[in-house]
């Protein structure tokens, strides 16, 4: 099985690759001093809107929505998109320069897939302009949000209306100058089927009601410009026509929204280490420690390699789930989208965390983006769901080949 890159994937990988040096990998230090000024909280870079413009110009926009979508995708296949998802991931920020970042990536795939014509006018085309960003709200403080079915905030019915009430938390986005929609998923339908409970329905960010009740630290970083933050929905009112898709079909949406979303997500992690990787090697033979350069050192040698087998492996894998995607479809891929989730993380922070050891003090300082890297793929272990529901979800499906007769 080969996953060679077509020559249009080599093309469109060559073309973010020169707008990546020319204009991204200039400003990375500098987009880095910024966002750590607390002066700046929320605010972009004053260049920023200037570079998101260039990279429409460019016509490196929106690549990531695969050719299922019809008149909204680009029309790559999601194995097309994979090496170029990797590419714009070398710096992580730059996903959303070229408008292929969460979550605004899902909740697009979510409108595009779902949503209704009127929601499509109002929401969807903004966001693929990149003129408003938007955010998806599901984790609550109160419960044990790792099980979606322990969500309390409530969506009732009232005439042409839903009221909701409850708290989130952990909302990406929300803190960011450029929010203007949420995708809210609640309980709406108590007593339905366990996972014929829950609705999604869009928020807009300025609906009276709806508060910010703090930003969040992870890790003693605010994530400015975009940030997360906990939310207090107080008697918020929308329209009945916000609703997507209809009662009771949030789980339904939040399944479809995990889709191409997963590899891409796994693919950025891919992205994040093969530069770590070229970090340490850099580092390695020019740093000179007990008579010799550190790369004739055995221990860094093995580090090295370890990383550079788990870095393929796991590009492999989450070529095979993109591939697999394309021919079979969400339901044929579960079990594969759920190992990228798992793999692409863990195997980003083992990378990050040899190439801190090997750069030593410089490592953890903001000399290189090593130490907010490593932070990034350890929160993302938790953040898009904890590694022990996927795995829980992996052992279920591989079981079932193998059940006791």
């Given at each position: 099985m080969g996953f060679q890159p077509n020559d249009k994937t080599r093309e469109l990988t060559a073309q973010v690759q020169a707008f990546m040096k020319e204009?991204?990998?200039?400003?990375?230090?500098?987009?880095?001093?910024?966002?750590?000024?607390?002066?700046?909280?929320?605010?972009?870079?004053?260049?920023?809107?200037?570079?998101?413009?260039?990279?429409?110009?460019?016509?490196?926009?929106?690549?990531?929505?695969?050719?299922?979508?019809?008149?909204?995708?680009?029309?790559?296949?999601?194995?097309?998109?994979?090496?170029?998802?990797?590419?714009?991931?070398?710096?992580?920020?730059?996903?959303?320069?070229?408008?292929?970042?969460?979550?605004?990536?899902?909740?697009?795939?979510?409108?595009?897939?779902?949503?209704?014509?009127?929601?499509?006018?109002?929401?969807?085309?903004?966001?693929?302009?990149?003129?408003?960003?938007?955010?998806?709200?599901?984790?609550?403080?109160?419960?044990?949000?790792?099980?979606?079915?322990?969500?309390?905030?409530?969506?009732?019915?009232?005439?042409?209306?839903?009221?909701?009430?409850?708290?989130?938390?952990?909302?990406?986005?929300?803190?960011?100058?450029?929010?203007?929609?949420?995708?809210?998923?609640?309980?709406?339908?108590?007593?339905?089927?366990?996972?014929?409970?829950?609705?999604?329905?869009?928020?807009?960010?300025?609906?009276?009601?709806?508060?910010?009740?703090?930003?969040?630290?992870?890790?003693?970083?605010?994530?400015s410009p975009g940030g997360e933050a906990e939310l207090l929905y107080e008697d918020v009112r929308v329209p009945v026509s916000n609703l997507i898709l209809g009662e009771g079909r949030g789980f339904e949406i939040a399944q479809g929204r995990l889709g191409p979303g997963r590899f891409q997500y796994a693919m950025g992690f891919v992205g994040m280490a093969q530069r770590a990787l070229e970090l340490m090697c850099a580092r390695a033979d020019a740093r000179v420690a007990f008579g010799e350069k550190l790369m004739a050192k055995t221990s860094v040698q093995h580090e090295i390699a370890r990383s550079r087998c788990e870095i393929e492996q796991c590009r492999l894998l989450v070529l095979q789930a993109a591939d697999t995607m394309d021919r079979e479809g969400l339901s044929g891929s579960r079990d594969l989208v759920s190992m990228v989730k798992i793999v692409g993380p863990q195997m980003a922070e083992n990378v990050i965390n040899r190439a801190i050891q090997i750069h030593g003090g410089m490592g953890v300082s903001e000399d290189t983006p090593l130490a907010s890297w490593l932070s990034l793929a350890r929160f993302c272990r938790i953040a898009d769901g904890p590694d022990e529901v996927h795995m829980s979800q992996l052992a279920k499906l591989t079981a079932r080949g193998f059940e006791a007769a």
């Open positions: 204009h991204i990998y200039p400003r990375e230090k500098e987009y880095d001093a910024w966002v750590e000024d607390h002066e700046n909280l929320w605010v972009y870079p004053p260049w920023w809107d200037d570079l998101t413009a260039k990279a429409r110009e460019a016509g490196i926009w929106n690549w990531f929505l695969p050719e299922e979508y019809g008149e909204w995708s680009p029309g790559l296949t999601n194995l097309e998109f994979a090496p170029i998802m990797e590419e714009m991931s070398r710096v992580p920020w730059a996903q959303a320069v070229f408008n292929c970042s969460a979550p605004d990536r899902g909740n697009m795939e979510v409108l595009a897939k779902y949503g209704t014509t009127e929601q499509q006018e109002q929401w969807l085309k903004p966001l693929l302009a990149g003129e408003i960003r938007s955010a998806y709200a599901m984790t609550e403080p109160q419960v044990a949000s790792s099980d979606a079915t322990n969500m309390e905030l409530k969506i009732e019915r009232d005439g042409d209306h839903y009221v909701l009430n409850g708290r989130k938390w952990w909302i990406t986005g929300a803190m960011g100058p450029k929010c203007k929609v949420l995708l809210t998923m609640g309980l709406s339908n108590p007593d339905a089927a366990r996972h014929s409970q829950h609705s999604t329905i869009l928020v807009p960010r300025d609906t009276p009601g709806l508060k910010i009740v703090r930003p969040l630290k992870a890790f003693g970083d605010y994530h």
